[in-house]
């Protein structure tokens, strides 16, 4: 039925002139908005909503994974402009905070209305 429809996702925000800094310029997406709504444009011809909710519940989950050649580089350049990486106990980082227990190697970050992102670098 929907095999050949283009879908998209979506997710909340709690802020979102401080979500259109953020994808945009930290992250440097392109991102536009219509009607108090952002869509940010990702590599792929993948569009994701980014809406605006008053009772935003930050997701508690990776809602956006960017995949990178170097995730070494990624994180560096990523700190350098103002993300924090996020650790979780039950899944040790290094002190850079990449995760590398097994799987592709990952390091998770929150936008500022405290949703998961990550980037990640798959095996070779």
Known sequence: MFGATKAY???????VDA????YGETLGLRVSEQNGILTLHI???NDVLVYPKPDHTPATFTILNFPVDD???AVEELGRRGVEFQR????????????RGGGPLIAWFTDPA???????????
Do not use: T
């Not at 996702?9 to 802020?15: E, I, L, P, R, T």
């Not at 405290?114 to 070779?124: A, D, H, M, Y």
């Open 9 to 15: 996702g979506g997710f909340s925000v709690d802020d």
């Open 19 to 22: 979500a259109r800094k953020f």
């Open 43 to 45: 590599a792929g011809d």
């Open 71 to 73: 995730i070494e580089a």
């Open 88 to 99: 979780y106990e039950q899944l040790p980082a290094d002190e850079k905070g990449i995760f």
């Open 114 to 124: 405290g949703n998961v992102l990550s980037v990640l670098q798959e095996p070779s």
